[in-house]
C-alpha cells in the first residue's frame, strides 16, 4: 500500500532497506502496538522486521542454493582449467 512497504524476504537486522516501513502504526502487523497506539498520534515512522520459522527456513534455503551455486561454478571453473592444462599436454605429444 502507499502507507507502508512490506517486508523483503528476512533480511540481516543492519538491512533496514529490506524492514517493513510504516507511516502510521494501522498498518503495523501487531496488534498489541496497533491497540497500544489507538487514538494517539506520537508515532510517524515505524520499521518492522518479521522473523518466523518459515522465514528462517526460506533463507536457509535460499542460502544453500547460493552456497551450491558457487560451488558448481568453482568446479566447472576448475574443470575448465584441468581440460585447458589436458589439452596443451596433448599438444605437446602430438608434436613429439
Known amino acids: 500500500g502507499e502507507d507502508f512497504q512490506e517486508q523483503i524476504g528476512m533480511p540481516d537486522e543492519e538491512n ?56 558448481l561454478e568453482a568446479a566447472q571453473e576448475l574443470g575448465c582449467v584441468i581440460e585447458e592444462l589436458d589439452e596443451g599436454r596433448c599438444e605437446k605429444s602430438n608434436e613429439e
Request: glycine residues 4%; aromatic residues 10%; negative net charge.
Open 16 to 71: 533496514m532497506r529490506h524492514w517493513s516501513h510504516h507511516q502510521s502504526s494501522d498498518t503495523v502487523d501487531d496488534p498489541v502496538f496497533r491497540a497500544a497506539m489507538r487514538g494517539y498520534d506520537a508515532v510517524s515512522f515505524v520499521f518492522g522486521l518479521e522473523v518466523t520459522w518459515s522465514l528462517i527456513q526460506q533463507r536457509r534455503q535460499e542460502e544453500d542454493e547460493k552456497q551450491a551455486l558457487k560451488e
